[in-house]
């Protein structure tokens, strides 16, 4: 069965599934399109020049006609899991019959965990869903039957965000007003908290905004200037430490709840925005509650058309489970060639290419079809050596981000143990480790800490073979590991953009497929 499915609003993605094996997730945002993108014609014709036929059934994941999530439903809607929460109708395809099917953005999140989970068959498990407007915990029988346990906290994501917009001068007071990239600086930002006692100011504005409804909507920070931390800025100290105690409260809250009701030893899934929050997943991996903790590598709404896919399989073969890759986006894209007079263009060479990055060089790096999700990895990188902070600093300076913000490095799997310690293998990097080794000075955050994501050669072949041709020259396993893109934009997918965008930032070289193209002499 060819099920193909959608995602409307930010974020935009179509998946498609056949017979439960994935075919691709492809992201509006992706090949230079602006993040969280709506889905764009370039998707729609991506997806229709892949699939070889009709589909049988689309999935159209549930959204609201508007920009949040209390705006009127479109098809499904956004919240609910039970009666009211899918539908099925038929309907007509490019002149073909084919079944309609819908379910809320709320399962949508559910069912990417599900779908993507490695645990058997048939095994009961519990799932968390934090988000920017849902934050509860769920129960999923043996046949993949959802029932609601507890909403803990509303808007859980949107309160952790809401922090940094109250605290940055930059942001404006009007209301309505989301920045989706906040919530990842203000993860940075909280590793260079002092872990202080909780003062009266911090207590009052935490407590204030965790009793908060609808608090993008309702609450203008024009309405703030009440505490202290209003436009006090984001790199003040008082900012940083109020953040990791923000964080430590709405962890406390879910962790709460779980550590009195979870109490049967199913495993956990975590899906929904917050998801991506690397402290938080590891508290929970850690924090011996559950057998087994699973994290979808695109468990924010650019899997929620998988999802959406994932939950119309269900509903017509009973079961959830898919074979799938992190790698299902679209090939790269050789649309233009490395001029001979301007590169010195040669096969690739693993060891040439190890050497090149251990004598400081800065690569960009593309294999096969982007990453599913998020994160860059492996196959839409910038590479460099692990050791320097002044390759942090250059790096953040080509991606033309914060001085602040962490590399993350990239390691073989079985060495993991020797650099990192605490939640590995990380495949998706989505987990803190500690940093074991000194020398890692490029890739370990101001508290120790790194988003370490772990390779095998069968997940990614040639990011092996890099890594261990790293190891024969330096004798370390590990690379600095950063997406390949514009600011503000998805993965670069193309060569056109790809030599732009490194003749414009500084980029000693490039490797595309079996190719490594480097410039004959410095750029103008």
């Known amino acids: 069965m060819l099920i193909l499915g959608f995602k409307e609003g930010h974020d935009g993605a179509i998946a498609a599934i056949d017979d439960g094996r994935l ?102 498990c519990y799932c968390l869903v934090w988000e920017g407007n849902i934050g509860s915990f769920y129960l999923i029988d043996e046949h993949g039957a959802v029932t609601h346990l507890r909403h803990v906290l509303a808007d ?52 204030f905004i965790l009793n908060q409804e609808q608090i993008v909507l ?64 590891r508290r929970w991996r850690e924090c011996g509650l559950f057998p087994e903790v699973f994290v979808p590598p695109c468990p924010n709404d650019s899997g929620s058309a998988l999802g959406t896919a994932i939950d119309a399989q269900l509903h017509y073969t009973g079961s959830a489970s898919v074979s799938w890759d992190v790698y299902a986006g679209d090939a790269f894209v050789e649309d233009a060639g490395f001029d001979p007079a301007e590169f010195d263009v040669r096969p690739l060479d693993y060891a040439e290419v190890a050497k090149s990055l251990a004598d400081g060089k800065v690569l960009a790096w593309a294999q096969g079809r982007w990453e599913m999700g998020p994160r860059a990895l492996g196959n839409r990188s910038i ?67 790194a988003r370490a994501q772990t390779v095998t050669p069968e997940q990614n072949p040639e990011m092996a073979r890099l890594l261990a041709a790293f190891r024969e020259l330096t004798g370390f396993s590990v690379l600095c590991n950063t997406s390949l893109n514009y600011s503000g934009r998805g993965f670069i997918n193309r060569t056109s953009d790809l030599v732009q965008y490194g003749e414009q ?19 103008a």
Not at 175 to 203: H, V
Not at 437 to 445: I, M, N, W
């Open 23 to 124: 075919l691709f997730s492809l992201e509006a945002e992706k090949d230079s399109f602006p993040r969280y993108d709506r889905l764009t014609a370039e998707v729609l014709l991506l997806a229709a020049e892949r699939l070889g036929r009709l589909p049988d059934a689309l999935a159209v994941g549930g959204w609201v006609k508007g920009t949040h999530s209390v705006e009127p439903p479109s098809r499904t809607g956004y919240f609910g899991v039970g009666p009211g929460a899918v539908s099925d109708e038929l309907g007509r395809f490019f002149g073909q019959d084919v079944r309609i099917f819908s379910s809320t953005h709320e399962r949508s999140h559910i069912m990417t965990a599900l779908g993507l989970s490695s645990f058997r068959p048939g095994q009961p």
């Open 383 to 449: 590479l460099a050596a692990p050791f320097s902070q002044e390759t942090t600093v250059r790096l953040n300076r080509i991606k033309q981000r914060e001085g602040y913000r962490p590399i993350a490095p990239i390691c073989l799997a079985d060495d993991a143990e020797r650099w990192f310690s605490g939640s590995i293998p990380d495949p998706y990097m989505l987990y803190f480790s500690q940093v074991l080794a000194p020398e890692l000075q490029a890739v370990t955050h101001v508290d120790g800490t």
């Open 505 to 523: 930032h500084g980029l000693d070289g490039y490797v595309v497929g079996d190719t490594f193209a480097v410039r004959r002499r410095p750029s």
């Open 218 to 281: 309702r609450l203008p920070k024009d309405e703030m200037t009440w505490t202290p931390f209003h436009n006090i800025g984001v790199e003040s100290q008082e900012y940083r430490n109020l953040a990791a105690k923000l964080s430590d409260a709405i962890f406390d809250r879910f962790y709460q709840y779980a550590e009195g009701a979870l109490t049967e030893g199913y495993p956990l899934l975590i899906s929904g925005g917050c998801a991506l929050n690397c402290e938080w997943n």
């Open 156 to 207: 859980p994501g949107n309160k952790y965000a809401y922090l940094f917009a109250l605290a940055d001068p930059r942001f404006p007071a009007n209301k309505g007003l989301l920045r989706l990239q906040d919530a990842g600086k203000q993860m940075a930002l909280t590793g260079f908290a002092q872990r202080t006692a909780l003062s009266p100011d911090e207590k009052k504005l935490i407590d």
